[in-house]
């Protein structure tokens, strides 16, 4: 291990890159070589723009950082979480840039900000009367869902939506007791509330230790990744809360008028990858509603700013001649299951890619500006939910969601999106701690009809 601060010099990197051992390891690799075998890429022109596209944009993205604390023990550590949700007003927009140089003040006024947040116990922070900060982090944690109400009239908490999730999660296997450290050798399905563990000890057992969130936390060093799993979980929930929360309202009709837009791809990693079945079928079942309602499909986004399709894109856009690109602008290209094990992330697996983990399809666009965007859109029927077809008439929303993408490019950042730039500056810096998303979205919605 390094002293803190201390870095590899580039002659010792460039050292390991030139071993013999390494050399060794690379030729026994396996390397793709360009138009001699695999599937190639192929980029089609992008659907005909809807002359109407959806008004209000809400963009969802979070923060974890963890944070050293004082509490007389040494390594003490806190997970403070943001999730930020920002509104724009589309329709606002297009009129200031009929009238350009627009006013910077009314131009703010295009945007509403809300943040909820929650601070996480993390390694020797042991509350109340607790044995220990694993517990302290699972109590916490169910408490973060149980008292967080994002809308004040709706008045339903996070984890209602949560626990309609957790009621989709197979029992075929049931879990083992979050106590198992302690000695406890007990299985069972976690269910909703508060109850106990089976065994003669009665512990408490949460909800949300359904999550297994608690199996990645360390009592002793950092818990940045359980922190990640968490947030990654709660921007989730949160989408499918305020969808709940419109069906529950008198509103519902008009969510056709939304489009939604979350940081990463749609898909749910590590141990609460059970929820990303349990999301589709929820967003299946409000999406018929919908459909039957206004005759099309819900706006949901999941934009991916870095990884190994964010690589890929980049590198499959490049050609052998100077300044040209293989990618016109509005065009885009769907990766089947084929495709990705080949070409992306090698795998010779019978079980489609992400089957376990996804809950929403990729494809590539570049942008009438020429930005690149990998992005996401969830299945919302069983015809949609396939990796083999490359149609997009399978996904009746793709024309919109190209045309937004069009629409909200910002130039802040390479390959950015307006709106997600936004939340995360808000998740980053959160000045607007306790306000309300769902409440100004209604309110916009009710003025707007």
């Not at 007389?72 to 297009?94: E, F, H, M, N, Q």
């Not at 399905?189 to 999550?211: F, H, K, M, N, Y």
Request: aromatic share 10%; net charge negative.
């Amino acid at each position: 291990m390094p002293y803190e601060g201390e870095f590899a010099a580039y002659r010792a990197l460039q050292r390991i890159t030139e071993t013999e051992r390494v050399r060794q390891l690379l030729s026994r690799a396996l390397v793709y070589t360009p138009g001699t075998s695999g599937p190639a890429i192929t980029p089609s022109a992008s659907p005909s723009a809807p002359e109407q596209l959806p008004e209000f944009i809400v963009a969802i993205d979070g923060s974890n950082p963890e944070v050293a604390v004082r509490n007389g023990y040494p390594g003490a550590r806190v997970g403070y979480l943001t999730i930020a949700s920002v509104i724009l007003d589309l329709k606002a927009i297009d009129r200031l840039d009929a009238v350009r140089p627009a006013d910077p003040a009314a131009f703010r006024k295009t945007e509403d900000t809300a943040t909820i947040d929650a601070a996480l116990p993390g390694s020797n922070v042991v509350t109340r009367t607790h044995r220990s900060a694993k517990v302290s982090f699972r109590e916490e944690l169910y408490d973060v869902f149980h008292n967080e109400v994002v809308d004040v009239q709706d008045r339903m908490p996070l984890l209602d939506t949560y626990e309609a999730l957790l009621a989709r999660k197979p029992t075929i296997r049931p879990q083992s007791c979050p106590y198992e450290d302690l000695g406890c050798d007990q299985s069972f399905v976690i269910g909703q509330g508060l109850s106990s563990c089976p065994c003669a000890e009665r512990r408490s057992i949460w909800s949300t230790d359904a999550l297994r969130i608690h199996e990645r936390f360390h009592d002793v060093g950092t818990n940045g990744e359980a922190f990640g799993e968490v947030m990654q979980v709660w921007e989730r929930v949160l989408l499918v809360h305020l969808l709940r929360a419109f069906e529950r309202s008198e509103i519902f009709a008009q969510v056709h008028r939304l489009a939604f837009f979350i940081d990463g791809p749609l898909a749910i990693f590590g141990h609460p990858a059970w929820l990303s079945a349990a999301i589709s079928a929820e967003l299946q079942r409000i999406n018929a509603k919908v459909r039957k309602l206004t005759g099309r499909d819900l706006i949901i986004v999941g934009v991916e700013k870095t990884g190994a399709f964010v690589t890929h894109f980049d590198e499959v856009d490049q050609t052998d001649e100077p300044g040209q690109e293989r990618f016109e602008p509005r065009s885009y290209f769907l990766p089947t299951d084929r495709y990705i094990k080949q070409r992306i992330i090698y795998s010779d697996s019978p079980k489609r890619y992400g089957k376990d983990t996804y809950f929403g399809r990729k494809f590539f666009y570049k942008t009438k500006s020429g930005a690149r965007i990998v992005a996401s859109i969830p299945f919302l029927d069983v015809s949609q939910d396939t990796l083999d077809s490359d149609d997009v008439g399978l996904y009746p929303s793709f024309a919109t969601v190209c045309a937004l993408l069009d629409k909200l490019v910002s130039c802040r950042y390479p390959n950015a999106l307006a709106p997600l730039v936004s939340a995360h500056a808000q998740a980053a810096i959160p000045l607007h701690l306790g306000a309300k998303v769902l409440e100004q979205l209604a309110r916009a919605l009710m003025r707007e009809s």
